[in-house]
Nanobody, 124 residues
Framework: QVQVVESGGGLVQAGDSLRLSCGVS????????MGWFRQAPGKEREFVAA????????YYADSVKGRFTISSDLAKNTVYLQMNSLKPEDTAVYYC?????????????????WGQGTRVTVSS
């Protein structure tokens, strides 16, 4: 069993930066692939980024590539999502998730453990 808890959301203006955190706990959590997803009002949940705890491998959705960075700190049991140059279309509830697969998947069903989400609102 793995537990994930997101934090760091808020209201920002377009062009601002924000860093989300995901605290992870549970036995062997470091073996899991971590992902960030988001869900805007009226839309399906979509993939944002994924990484392994080693930090060597990362994977991004095209919509955030070059603006968002996923990173991890194993000593702090925390995964981060640094979001720069935020746009109004980045407004969503952001979720952290853990997958037992070694694949950095975009598919939500491959992730077994989810946090409660943290809301990010970007005003124009």
């Amino acid at each position: 069993q793995v537990q994930v808890v997101e934090s760091g959301g808020g209201l920002v203006q377009a062009g601002d930066s924000l860093r989300l955190s995901c605290g992870v706990s549970g036995r062997t959590f470091s073996r899991y692939t971590m992902g960030w997803f988001r869900q805007a009002p009226g839309k399906e949940r979509e993939f944002v980024a994924a990484a392994r705890w080693s930090g060597i491998s990362t994977y991004y959705a095209d919509s955030v590539k070059g603006r968002f960075t996923i990173s991890s700190d194993l000593a702090k049991n925390t995964v981060y999502l640094q979001m720069n140059s935020l746009k109004p279309e980045d407004t969503a509830v952001y979720y952290c998730a853990a997958s037992a697969s070694n694949l950095m998947s975009e598919v939500t069903s491959r992730y077994s453990y989810w946090g409660q989400g943290t809301r990010v609102t970007v005003s124009s």
